[in-house]
T-cell receptor, first 112, second 109 residues
């Protein structure tokens, strides 16, 4: 099993550009989530999904959209990138919400 | 105010020393997680516990539900244990994991 995969590993964007961060898992997990990690802030939840077709907002959802059309994939869209979105983004999945989380390798995003 | 507090923030130990990292939380929880993140690396789940104690190799995690406190111990520490260790708790009404700020551990040869 590949586990949780994320692409790209690193991305530079200009302010106002849009992009999609990809996340996929092959463990048939129902629960998937997106976090951002900033120095001194810890991990913060952006959006999560409890199954295909169901998504909800986390604590820092502004500026991001998600969809979950399949169990495997959970892409994160930045609609109009801002410098405040410079961060490291992690996707995670688990069999259930409180269960062991499996993290992807992360995407480092720099917005100029 | 963070619901999850970790201490210490930073820790330096010599190879072979016993290391303890603490995690305190303020509400009743249903699960607590310990995670490990190596420099520039991804995040790996070490333990999930809701009571008692778990052991994996040189790592031991304990939780005291009444005192709202958990500890992660590293026995016979090694330089490869150098990482950030993160505590996270799940409380049903939150609907999400709440993370501590992490403890940076450096083990010197």
């Amino acid at each position: 099993n590949a586990g949780v995969t994320q692409t790209p590993k690193f991305q530079v964007l200009k302010t106002g550009q849009s992009m999609t961060l990809q996340c996929a898992q092959d463990m048939n997990h129902e629960y998937m989530s997106w976090y951002r990690q900033d120095p001194g802030m810890g991990l913060r939840l952006i959006h999560y999904s409890v199954g295909a077709g169901i998504t909800d907002q986390g604590e820092v959802p502004n500026g991001y959209n998600v969809s979950r059309s399949t169990t495997e994939d959970f892409p994160l869209r930045l609609l109009s990138a801002a410098p405040s979105q410079t961060s490291v983004y992690f996707c995670a999945s688990s069999q259930d919400r409180a269960e062991t989380q499996y993290f992807g390798p992360g995407t480092r995003l720099l917005v100029l | 105010k963070n619901e999850v507090e970790q201490s210490p923030q930073n820790l330096t130990a010599q190879e072979g020393e016993f290391i303890t990292i603490n995690c305190s939380y303020s509400v009743g929880i249903s699960a607590l997680h310990w995670l490990q993140q190596h420099p520039g690396g991804g995040i790996v789940s070490l333990f999930m516990l809701s009571s008692g104690k778990k052991k994996h190799g040189r790592l031991i995690a304990t939780i005291n539900i009444q005192e709202k406190h958990s500890s992660l111990h590293i026995t016979a520490s090694h330089p490869r244990d150098s990482a950030v260790y993160i505590c996270a708790v799940w409380e049903d009404s939150w609907g999400k994991l709440q993370f501590g700020a992490g403890t940076q551990v450096v083990v010197t040869p």
